[in-house]
C-alpha cells in the first residue's frame, strides 16, 4: 500500500528538516513525500533539497493559504492513503507508517480513514511532552461541542477526498474540523488507530490568542450547521471544559 504524506509549509526553516528526516526513516517501503512550499523567503526550501529523497515531490509557487496548499498537496498525491504532516511536527517513530497500513490492511474495506493519538512536545526539545491528546474516547456527539480527534493522527483513503470534497477555502482556522465532519456526515467509515502517529510542537495559528479562539469557535459553529449538525456558540464554548476533563483522562489512563 502506497502512502501520500504531505507537508506544506512557509518560512519553515528552523523545523521542517526534522519533519523530512521523520519520514524518510520510515520502514514502509513505498511512501511519497509531498512539500508544498508558498513560496518562502527564508531557507526553507535550501533545508528541503538537502533532506528530500527520490520519493519526495516539491513544490514551491504562491498560494492563497494552508489549506489551499493542504488540497494542491492532495490533487498530487498518487497513494492509496494520505495524511498530513506539518512542518513543525514529525512521525512519532520509525514504524508508524507501517504501523497504520497494518491496521488498514486489517479492516480492509470495511474502514475508509483511520484516527490516531499524538503527543504535544516542547517546541525546542521534542523529547519533552507537555500533552497528550488521546482520540479513544472520540464519539460522533461530541462534534456538537466542538470536539473532534486531532487532526494530524487522520490518515484517510485517498478517494474520499475524490468523492466528498477537499478543504474548503473559506475557512481561516477551521477547514481541518469542517472536512472531518463533513466525511463523517456523508458515512466515512472511521476507525480508531490505537497508537501515537505524531509528536505536535506546542503553539499554532488556531490555538494561539482570545481573537483566534473566538474565529476558531465561530468557523466551527458554521461547519456544524453546513454538515447538519445542530450546535451553537454556547454548546461549542463547553469544549474548553470538556477538553481539559478529556487532557485528565488520558493522563489517567496513560
Keep these: 500500500m502506497k502512502v501520500s504524506v504531505v507537508t506544506v509549509c512557509f518560512n519553515s526553516a528552523a523545523t521542517i528538516g526534522d519533519t523530512l ?72 517513530d520509525d514504524t508508524t507508517i507501517s504501523r497504520l497500513v497494518a491496521d488498514f490492511e486489517a479492516h480492509g474495506a470495511d474502514v475508509d480513514g483511520l484516527y490516531g493519538d499524538i503527543v504535544h512536545v516542547d517546541r525546542d526539545d521534542l523529547s519533552v511532552v507537555t500533552r497528550y491528546s488521546c482520540a479513544k474516547r472520540f464519539a460522533r456527539w461530541q462534534i456538537r461541542f466542538g470536539l473532534m480527534f486531532p487532526h494530524p493522527g487522520f490518515y484517510v483513503r485517498r478517494e474520499l477526498y475524490e468523492r466528498f470534497g477537499l478543504y ?17 456526515g456523508r458515512g466515512a467509515r472511521l476507525a480508531y488507530h490505537p497508537h501515537v502517529v505524531v509528536k505536535m510542537r506546542e503553539g499554532g495559528i488556531s490555538t494561539t490568542g482570545l481573537w483566534w479562539r473566538l474565529h476558531q469557535n465561530l468557523e466551527i459553529v458554521r461547519a456544524c450547521r453546513e454538515n447538519g449538525i445542530r450546535t451553537n456558540i454556547a454548546l461549542i464554548s463547553l469544549k474548553l471544559p470538556s477538553k481539559a476533563l478529556s487532557y485528565a483522562r488520558s493522563a489517567w489512563s496513560r
Design 21 to 92: 528526516d521523520s519520514v524518510r526513516r520510515q520502514t514502509h517501503p513505498d511512501i511519497e513525500h509531498i512539500v508544498v512550499d508558498g513560496s518562502s523567503t527564508d531557507a526553507t526550501m535550501s533545508v528541503v533539497r538537502n533532506h528530500a529523497t527520490a520519493s519526495t515531490v516539491i513544490v514551491s509557487e504562491p498560494d492563497r493559504g494552508i489549506y489551499d496548499a493542504m488540497n494542491k498537496g492532495i490533487r498530487l498525491a498518487s497513494g492509496a492513503v494520505v495524511g498530513i504532516l506539518n512542518a513543525d511536527d514529525v512521525l512519532v
Design 168 to 184: 474548503k477555502l473559506g475557512y481561516r482556522v477551521s477547514a481541518d474540523f469542517e472536512l472531518m465532519a463533513r466525511f463523517m
